[in-house]
């Protein structure tokens, strides 16, 4: 019986480490690929009219709730606070450039062409297909796959400007 228990232990201690083991490799492997949730880009509507943000309180722009006095005193006024300072939001980095979309057979792929270079926004591949995505300092290469059909979506900027090539084969 005894023997049994330390086969038992033994055996458990083992799984729990190999499976330990394989779950912070894959999350290694994985991190930083088209797999992370996709950053929020700001959309622009065509016909939309640009309005300024309405700015949120701070704690301290905040004014007091007002204080109780008894009966016999006359209420006090309080100065209002003073108005807070609108400023206009810088765009981010990511919004100077022009996000295009590409629908393929295999599935989608939006990036971020600068213009300079390019940036992977998201990449999903469509019912039935897969995805695998390569990245260099000068493309950005994203492949899906279904059987022995592959869609490509090249997009390169080593010479010149961003541009994408969308190959079947």
């Not at 057979?105 to 995505?133: E, H, K, N, Y």
């Amino acid at each position: 019986m005894r023997r049994g228990l330390v086969h038992l232990l033994a055996w458990l201690l083992a799984t729990g480490a190999a499976v330990t083991l394989s779950w912070w490799g894959v999350h290694t492997v994985m991190a930083g690929t088209a797999y992370d949730p996709p950053r929020a880009l700001p959309i622009k509507a065509a016909d939309a009219a640009p309005r300024e943000p309405k700015p949120l309180a701070t704690p301290t722009e905040r004014t007091p709730p007002p204080k109780r006095t008894p009966p016999s005193a006359p209420p006090t006024t309080s100065k209002p606070s003073p108005a807070p300072t609108r400023t206009t939001p810088s765009p981010s980095p990511a919004a100077t450039g022009r996000v295009r979309s590409y629908d393929t057979d295999g599935g989608r792929a939006v990036f971020d062409l600068g213009r300079t270079s390019a940036s992977l926004v998201s990449a999903t591949p469509g019912a039935g297909w897969s995805m695998q995505v390569w990245k260099t300092e000068s493309w950005i290469r994203v492949e899906f796959s279904s059987g022995a059909d592959r869609v490509s979506v090249f997009c390169t900027w080593h010479d010149g400007p961003p541009r994408v090539e969308i190959g079947t084969y």
